[in-house]
């Protein structure tokens, strides 16, 4: 039944492996490339649709109806709050203007042009 391999079957053999699991690779490889692509869109797609980051910052306090400081739209300090709300240059200046503190480490006051 079984007919002993010739010589030159082998090497045809070994060809069709390799082409099978080059394929299989290749396959592979497509699909990544396919999903680093798709992920590169979805991050370019979410950067474009990010609302604009607020040009001032005031932060409310707890009880929401006391104003506790003013901060610069890219300030970090009060990221973790929750109890920011964007503002108007004129806001900003006005609450400035109240004795409002000012955040140490944005430093609206002087970006707004306000030296006491």
Request: include cysteine; proline fraction near 9%; hydrophobic fraction near 30%.
């Amino acid at each position: 039944m079984n007919q002993p391999t010739s010589r030159p079957d082998m090497p045809r053999f070994a060809r069709r492996v390799v082409e099978q699991q080059t394929a299989r690779q290749l396959a592979l490889i497509d699909r990544w490339i396919a999903d680093e692509e798709r992920r590169e869109a979805e991050r370019r797609r979410g950067e474009e649709r990010r609302p604009t980051e607020p040009e001032w910052l005031i932060q409310y306090g707890l009880n929401r109806n006391n104003i506790d400081a003013i901060h610069v739209g890219g300030c970090r300090a009060p990221a973790k709050s929750g109890r920011c709300s964007p503002a108007t240059r004129q806001q900003a200046l006005d609450s400035l203007r109240r004795r409002v503190p000012a955040c140490p480490h944005c430093r609206p006051d002087t970006a707004l042009g306000i030296l006491d």
